[in-house]
């Protein structure tokens, strides 16, 4: 999250209050994160925890909840995580393909010469960035499944009213988030 205050429109810095809970599995942090969007949060109102640092490294999520320093990252949903990977591999399969069907026009080929050779560097860029995409997830995944195995996924939830901060709370206990609280950031 960026900043731990809010200001009024009168000027007044104010706290940031969350809700917090950390979660045993990928499934019900997935499953809370849709019944949080759906039920009016935007989705720059939730963050998990970010890459591991050395003050961090070997705490439990529940000694990291309440830290304003512990590192946070925004979600990174699944259908963005889709999106990167076709990014990689269209990016990959046709920044080759238009350079080679340029080289070959400049170089004189003829017609079906380019075809064959754009299809060809094509696929082969589709191959180098589909390999991309691999890592990519498998990277996802392997950070997900280690906070899992320090103990769990911690979430935090930006509440922008009471309202919301009991709607917050209540979505996170449904899905079996333990630790389930909130708390304020200093102004």
């Known amino acids: 999250m960026s900043g731990s205050t809010q200001t009024s429109p009168i000027g007044f810095k104010t ?72 990014s990689l591999i269209g990016g990959f399969a046709v920044l080759p393909a238009l350079g080679v069907a340029w080289a070959g026009a400049a170089a004189g080929a003829g017609f079906l010469a ?5 299809v060809v560097s094509g696929g082969a860029g589709a191959v180098v960035g589909a390999a991309l995409a691999a890592m990519l997830a498998r990277h996802h995944a392997a950070n997900l499944a280690g906070q899992v195995a320090e103990g769990g996924l911690l979430m935090w939830v930006r509440t922008r009213s009471p309202e919301f901060e009991a709607r917050a709370l209540r979505i996170l206990s449904i899905h079996a988030a333990t630790r389930v609280h909130s708390h304020s950031l200093a102004a």
Do not use: K, N, W, Y
Not at 36 to 54: K, M, P
């Open 15 to 86: 706290a940031v209050r969350e809700a917090v809970g950390i979660f045993a599995s990928q499934q019900d942090l997935q499953a809370a994160i849709d019944d949080l969007l759906a039920s009016g949060f935007a989705r720059c109102e939730l963050s998990l925890r970010g890459a591991e640092t050395d003050a961090t490294a070997g705490h439990a999520p529940e000694a990291l909840a309440d830290d304003p320093a512990t590192p946070r990252t925004d979600h990174f949903c699944t259908e963005a995580l889709g999106d990167a990977e076709g």
């Open 114 to 118: 380019i075809g064959a050779l754009t």
